[in-house]
């Protein structure tokens, strides 16, 4: 009931075809169930003499079978059209409902489950409505009416069918949970191998370099050897359960059995009888124990449903009843914001303003918030205090599409889609011309990685620009920015991807955007730093410790020039040179 229930839940509007195909299951169950309770007036017909009126029911049943093959080709092909549906529905109701959940919701381990779901957790949950819930429906339903069969010819045995029912399903239920909570085990057991396997794969260097050149690895060898320990028992459990329900079907008959038995000695039932009616009885326990053959498949498609229900319940971003539209078109400011992921205060009190077109640079050390600040800025997540404006308007209120349009993200994970390279910087305006991306890429430096490919611009980057460097991605993602020449950018200068010729470029970029656009800068980089029309320096309690440009910090001593010596002490003197230089340029 809980799975048809999990069913209806995801098909939400579309539900009525549920409906349909139960109705179908309910008619096939009914008269496979009458087909076979049939079959007692046809043998007391027969052990009475009584040909005509054996024949009068073989008719009945002929036509009773006649339309359980109706019913049946109906439903079957009703639940392939179910399965496909479920499918169809699952994928467009995760697909829109992902569009509208916070940027923040998706982390790499959530992407990593989402595939996984919206793959093979849809797959099995589609094919389960055909060959789950059909099993399920149509035993349950040929069972009952086998029962109200046996009430009819005698309600004792009724009784006795029905409490013998709730007794197997009692059994199936301990079984199941029995083999459930071994398969529980071995699959932590399996997890932890896995996990296990992959350290050990990873770890070869390390292990290699201490002279660990051997196939023993105490973590993985103690884990094989508790998932042979676990598998072992599992196995005994399964074996268990299994004869836990295949002796209550036995115990169910057995009692059936004994209780016609005894009526018939006491003469209450004719031993003619009491035969045609145990035939029946030996009929009801087999959908019954079909059903407990699917009780595996049934915790497993219950386990799926429960995936896709988590991530369709997950509220969706807040959209403004009445968005509004850009007052200050490119100006940024945070007001008093306070900001903490779960169970950790990151953002206390933080505020500034970057005026349109200027440059800001957001420095403090590692943990400090700077990315936080610019995940704030395009509305991954909302603020606990304060309000986020860009554009001279709260980010809640307005439209996504609206918020979206004005900036462009040059972040550190840029994703590229398995695509050419001409079509991963188009999508930063899709309908730029020609011209214009080509521009676009001369200044992000991406010009000099075209010519170093055999394709050029048809190359393909490969799933998530795996076939280029973390430079070229980068790259990439300053020409996209460069072609939507949004009114604001976010840029994250990554450290990693900072060689000399790339870093080249990214200076190149900045100047370029910082041109056109407001920019809010996480500052890696010396000369970044001193460009900067305005720097926020964020004390590591994730508060706003000064803002001022270069001059005005370093004159006013303090945090930043405690940074700024540390910075240029540790870079050596080449970054110092360097920065002095950009500071002579700027
Ligand atoms: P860095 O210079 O090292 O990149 P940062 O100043 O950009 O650091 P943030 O990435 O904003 O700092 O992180 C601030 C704090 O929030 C860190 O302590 C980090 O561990 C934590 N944090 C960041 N992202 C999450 C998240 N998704 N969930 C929970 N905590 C997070």
Redesign the pocket.
């Known amino acids: 009931m809980t799975m048809i229930n999990g069913f209806l839940r995801i098909l939400g509007p579309e539900r009525g075809r549920m409906y349909g195909f139960l109705a179908w299951a309910v008619g096939y169950g009914l008269l496979h169930g009458l087909s076979m309770t049939l079959l007692v007036p046809i043998s007391l017909a027969l052990f009475d003499g009584d040909y005509a009126a054996a024949a009068r029911w073989l008719v009945v049943l002929a036509v009773v079978v006649l339309l359980s093959a109706v019913a049946h080709y109906v439903q079957a092909a009703q639940s392939m059209r179910m399965a496909l549906t479920t499918m169809r529905l699952l994928h467009h109701r995760l697909g829109d409902h992902m569009v509208t959940l916070p940027l923040?919701w998706f982390?790499r381990e959530r992407v990593g489950q989402v595939s996984q779901i919206a793959v093979k957790g849809t797959t099995f949950v589609g094919t389960s409505s055909a060959h789950l819930v059909t099993p399920l429906v149509v035993n349950t339903t040929s069972a009952l009416t086998v029962v109200a069969g046996l009430f009819v010819f005698d309600w004792r045995i009724g009784v006795a069918a029905l409490a013998g029912g709730v007794v197997l399903i009692l059994a199936t239920r301990a079984s199941a949970a029995l083999i459930a909570s071994a398969e529980a085990r071995t699959h932590a057991a399996e997890i932890e191998v896995n996990s296990r396997v992959i350290e050990f794969a990873r770890c070869q260097p390390v292990l290699r370099a201490f002279g660990r050149t051997g196939a023993e690895f105490d973590p993985l060898t103690g884990a094989l050897a508790e998932q042979e320990q676990v598998g072992k028992r599992a196995l005994w459990a399964s074996v268990a359960g299994m004869m836990l329900s295949g002796v209550g079907v036995q115990a169910v008959l057995g009692g059936l059995i004994t209780v016609g038995v005894w009526l018939a000695v006491g003469g209450e039932i004719n031993p003619v009888t009491l035969v045609a009616i145990l035939g029946l009885a030996a009929r009801f326990t087999s959908p019954l124990s079909e059903l407990a053959e699917y009780g595996s498949a049934m915790r497993m498609a219950g386990a799926e449903l429960d995936r896709i229900t988590s991530v369709l319940d997950t509220p969706a971003l807040p959209e403004p009843a009445a968005p509004q539209s850009v007052s200050k078109a490119g100006q940024v400011e945070l007001d008093g914001v306070a900001f903490s992921?779960?169970?950790?205060r990151?953002?206390e009190d933080v505020s500034f303003v970057a005026a349109p077109g200027t440059m800001t640079a957001?420095v403090?050390?590692?943990?400090?918030?700077?990315?936080?600040?610019?995940?704030l800025l395009a509305r991954f997540y909302d603020v606990d205090a304060g309000v986020v404006r860009v554009g001279g308007v709260d980010v809640r209120d307005q439209s996504t599409a609206e918020l979206m349009a004005q900036l462009s993200l040059v972040f550190?994970d840029v994703y590229l889609f398995d695509d050419t390279l001409w079509e991963n910087v188009r999508i930063g305006a899709p309908n730029a011309s020609d011209d214009d991306i080509r521009e676009a890429a001369r200044t992000a430096g991406l010009q000099s990685v075209v010519d170093r490919l055999p394709a050029g611009w048809q190359t393909r980057v490969g799933e998530g620009g795996s076939a280029l460097s973390g430079g070229e991605r980068q790259r990439v993602s300053i020409a996209r920015a460069l072609l939507k020449n949004a009114p604001v950018v976010l840029f994250?200068e990554a450290t990693s991807a900072l060689d000399p010729e790339n870093e080249r470029h990214v200076a190149a970029s900045i100047r370029e955007l910082a041109d056109r656009s407001t920019v809010i800068v996480?500052a890696?980089k010396l000369s970044t730093v001193t460009a900067a029309d305005n720097i926020v320096v964020?004390s590591d309690r994730?508060t706003v410790d000064d803002t001022g440009t270069h001059d005005q910090l370093m004159a006013r001593g303090g945090r930043y020039a405690d940074f700024w010596a540390q910075r240029t002490s540790a870079s050596g003197w080449t970054v110092a040179k360097r920065a002095a230089k950009a500071d002579a340029g700027a």
């Open positions: 923040g982390t992921y779960p169970g950790r990151v953002l957001l403090g050390p590692s943990g400090s918030g700077k990315t936080t600040i610019t995940r550190q994250d996480i890696h964020l994730g």
